[in-house]
């Protein structure tokens, strides 16, 4: 079973910086996509960024130009680096993977998701 552990969220003033992490673990075969999600109350969970295997990258239009992510393969980790913060960014952010891992023998295929990391954008 592969878990995703996520930190860095907090409260930060508008304009402020943030870097979110998210590492993954074990029985791991290979990742392939590995991105960051949010949601709001009473919201449907809506992607902010994501980065596929070869690096190449896709962000929401609201988040262009001052979101980036990006992964380290070593460690698994995926990470992503919020500037020019506003108070519309406030949510609780998901790390999301996907890849394949053992189960016993065998490759599986696995879509897993972190526990949600509290982000608050306010004076």
């Known amino acids: 079973q592969v878990q995703l552990v996520e930190s860095g969220g907090g409260l930060v003033q508008p304009g402020g910086s943030l870097r979110l992490s998210c590492a993954a673990s074990?029985?791991?075969?290979?990742?392939?996509?590995m991105g960051w999600y949010r949601q709001a109350p009473g919201k449907q969970r809506e992607l902010v960024a994501a980065i596929s295997s070869g690096g190449t990258t896709n962000y929401a239009d609201s988040v262009k130009g001052r979101f980036f992510i990006s992964r380290d393969t070593a460690r698994n980790t995926v990470y992503l680096q919020m500037n020019s913060l506003k108070p519309e960014d406030t949510n609780v952010y998901y790390c999301?993977?996907?890849?394949?891992?053992?189960?016993?023998?065998?490759?599986?295929?696995?879509?897993?998701w972190g526990q949600g990391t509290q982000v608050t954008v306010s004076s």
């Open positions: 999301n993977v996907e890849g394949r891992a053992w189960v016993g023998s065998r490759l599986s295929a696995y879509d897993s």
């Open positions: 074990g029985p791991i075969f290979d990742i392939n996509t």
